[in-house]
C-alpha cells in the first residue's frame, strides 16, 4: 500500500521569503503526484499534479514541484510567498493502474508573518 | 460554475439521532468519494463510488452509509452517530476521461459534532 509522509506539520515563513515543503512518498511503482491546498473554511484545490514526463511540475498560483524518484520525494515550492498563501497543503500520491485510490498526507500549516 | 456542492456545512447532533449529509455535483461525473478530515490524520477516505449503483469500502467505512442512485448524487448516511463521528467531512468528485486519478473536485467541507 502506498503511504505519503510530510515531516513538518507547521511552517512559518516571512512574506517575500521563499517557500519549500517537503513530501516523501512510499510505492512501488510510478506514481501519480498531488499536491492540494486548502484555505480556512473551504474544500481542498489542486494546486498541481504529476503523472509522468519534465519532473519539474508548475502549477496554479506560481508553485512548482520535482519529483525526485531517487529520494521519493515530491517536494512545493515557491521563490516568494504571498499573505494569501497562508493555508494547508496536502499532498497525495495515487496508484497507478489502480482507479482513484489516492492517500493523502496529514497536511503542512503555512502560517505567513508580514 | 462547476462545483461540489455538500449540505449541511455545520451540524451538531445527538449520538444514536441518524442524519445524511449530502452531496451534489454539477460536472457529469462519474467517480465520487467522501472523506473525513482530523488533526494530525490528514484525509481519510471512507467510501467510494466509480458510478451509480458501484460503490465500495474505502480506509475507514465503520459506521457509515452511501448510496449511488443517481450520478450527480451521494449522500453519507450515518445510522447511529457516535461522538468518534465528530470530524470535518468531505465530498469528491473526478471523471475518468482525465485519465486513473484525475485530480479530485472538492466540496466545501461539512463539520459534525456528535455529543
Given at each position: 500500500?502506498?503511504?505519503?509522509?510530510?515531516?513538518?506539520?507547521?511552517?512559518?515563513?516571512?512574506?517575500?521569503?521563499?517557500?519549500?515543503?517537503?513530501?516523501?512518498?512510499?510505492?512501488?511503482?510510478?506514481?501519480?503526484?498531488?499536491?492540494?491546498?486548502?484555505?480556512?473554511?473551504?474544500?481542498?484545490?489542486?494546486?498541481?499534479?504529476?503523472?509522468?514526463?519534465?519532473?519539474?511540475?508548475?502549477?496554479?498560483?506560481?508553485?512548482?514541484?520535482?519529483?525526485?524518484?531517487?529520494?521519493?520525494?515530491?517536494?512545493?515550492?515557491?521563490?516568494?510567498?504571498?499573505?494569501?498563501?497562508?493555508?494547508?497543503?496536502?499532498?497525495?500520491?495515487?496508484?497507478?493502474?489502480?482507479?482513484q485510490?489516492?492517500?493523502?498526507?496529514?497536511?503542512?500549516?503555512?502560517?505567513?508573518?508580514? | 460554475?462547476a462545483q461540489v456542492t455538500?449540505?449541511?456545512?455545520?451540524?451538531?447532533?445527538?449520538?444514536?439521532?441518524?442524519?445524511?449529509?449530502t452531496c451534489s455535483q454539477n460536472m457529469n461525473h462519474e467517480y465520487m468519494s467522501w472523506?473525513?478530515?482530523?488533526?494530525?490524520?490528514?484525509?481519510?477516505?471512507?467510501y467510494y463510488s466509480m458510478n451509480v449503483e458501484v460503490t465500495?469500502?474505502?480506509?475507514?467505512?465503520?459506521?457509515?452509509?452511501v448510496s449511488r442512485k443517481e450520478k450527480r448524487n451521494f449522500p453519507?448516511?450515518?445510522?447511529?452517530?457516535?461522538?468518534?463521528?465528530?470530524?470535518?467531512?468531505?465530498c469528491a468528485s473526478s471523471s475518468p476521461q482525465?485519465?486513473?486519478?484525475s485530480?479530485?473536485h472538492?466540496g466545501?467541507?461539512?463539520?459534525?459534532?456528535?455529543?
Amino acid at each position: 500500500a502506498q503511504s505519503v509522509t510530510q515531516p513538518d506539520i507547521h511552517i512559518t515563513v516571512s512574506e517575500g521569503a521563499s517557500l519549500e515543503l517537503r513530501c516523501n512518498y512510499s510505492y512501488g511503482a510510478t506514481p501519480y503526484l498531488f499536491w492540494y491546498v486548502q484555505s480556512p473554511g473551504q474544500g481542498l484545490q489542486l494546486l498541481l499534479k504529476y503523472f509522468s514526463g519534465d519532473t519539474l511540475v508548475q502549477g496554479i498560483k506560481g508553485f512548482e514541484a520535482e519529483f525526485k524518484r531517487s529520494q521519493s520525494s515530491f517536494n512545493l515550492r515557491k521563490p516568494s510567498v504571498h499573505w494569501s498563501d497562508a493555508a494547508e497543503y496536502f499532498c497525495a500520491v495515487g496508484v497507478s493502474g489502480g482507479y482513484q485510490k489516492v492517500t493523502f498526507g496529514i497536511g503542512t500549516k503555512l502560517q505567513v508573518i508580514p | 460554475e462547476a462545483q461540489v456542492t455538500q449540505n449541511p456545512r455545520y451540524l451538531i447532533t445527538v449520538t444514536g439521532k441518524k442524519l445524511t449529509v449530502t452531496c451534489s455535483q454539477n460536472m457529469n461525473h462519474e467517480y465520487m468519494s467522501w472523506y473525513r478530515q482530523d488533526p494530525g490524520l490528514g484525509l481519510r477516505q471512507i467510501y467510494y463510488s466509480m458510478n451509480v449503483e458501484v460503490t465500495d469500502k474505502g480506509d475507514v467505512p465503520e459506521g457509515y452509509k452511501v448510496s449511488r442512485k443517481e450520478k450527480r448524487n451521494f449522500p453519507l448516511i450515518l445510522e447511529s452517530p457516535s461522538p468518534n463521528q465528530t470530524s470535518l467531512y468531505f465530498c469528491a468528485s473526478s471523471s475518468p476521461q482525465g485519465g486513473y486519478n484525475s485530480p479530485l473536485h472538492f466540496g466545501n467541507g461539512t463539520r459534525l459534532t456528535v455529543t
